[in-house]
């Protein structure tokens, strides 16, 4: 039962060019979002999150959707640059619950020049 | 200004062996979680600790696995007699005080490796 789902497993795009990687989840109760980004090698790192208050959130070129009724949410990156060239998770969470975070399977970026 | 500290890096273990995955927390982070990613699969919570306390581990497997994070030194996730099926990348990630809404930091993982 994966609780929240990120159906893209890659996605290629040209620098310069904006991407958009989605994230559906199942569990209404969800009322914490975050994405966060992964190099081979090396752990996540946090990138963005949202609370289930608002529907958006920007952090320079980084911006989150959040639409509740559709349970989908999307980052979207813009500029594009190689440097962002990563695994992207997104993840949620329960705040009245114990600090746990549900994960989606990942979405490999490649910005290409 | 260390981070998440995880070694080894990289463990490689026969069938029937223990293994023994240490992460040191970011220093004033007393809140310890460790996640394993399958090959081709997202990051499942296994166990979340605090200092001398598990405080959930509705993720581990109920056998052969243990985590524990004591007053002094590193957690420790132990698996017993290790099974191929246990291969995977085992993260540690910490908080410092359990919140809501804290961002977790990662450390870089151990590759366990089960022949």
């Known amino acids: 039962d994966q609780q929240v789902k990120q159906n893209s497993p890659s996605l290629s795009v040209q620098e310069g060019r904006i991407s958009i990687l989605n994230c559906d989840y199942t569990?209404?109760?969800?009322?914490?979002f975050l994405w966060y980004k992964k190099y081979p090698a090396e752990g996540p790192t946090f990138l963005i999150s949202i609370s289930s208050i608002k529907d958006k959130n920007e952090d320079g070129r980084f911006t989150v959707f959040l639409n509740k009724s559709a349970k989908h949410l999307s980052l979207h990156i813009v500029p594009s640059q190689p440097g962002d060239s990563a695994v992207y998770f997104c993840a949620a969470h329960i705040i009245q619950s114990t600090d746990k975070l549900i994960f989606g399977t990942g979405t490999r970026l490649q910005v290409f020049p | 200004n260390a981070g998440v500290m995880q070694n080894p890096r990289h463990l490689v273990r026969r069938r029937g062996q223990e293994a023994r995955l240490r992460c040191s927390p970011m220093k004033g982070h007393s809140h310890v979680y460790w996640y394993r990613q399958l090959p081709e699969e997202g990051l499942k919570f296994m166990v979340y600790l605090q200092k001398e306390n598990i405080i959930d581990e509705s993720g581990m497997p109920k056998e052969r696995f243990s985590a524990e994070f004591p007053k002094e030194g590193p957690s420790i996730l132990r698996i017993q007699q290790v099974v191929r099926g246990d291969s995977a990348a085992y993260f540690c990630?910490?908080?410092?005080?359990?919140?809501?809404?804290?961002?977790?930091?990662f450390g870089s993982g151990t590759q366990l490796s089960v022949l």
């Open positions: 990630a910490s908080s410092p005080r359990g919140q809501p809404n804290e961002k977790l930091f």
């Open positions: 569990n209404s109760m969800f009322d914490y």
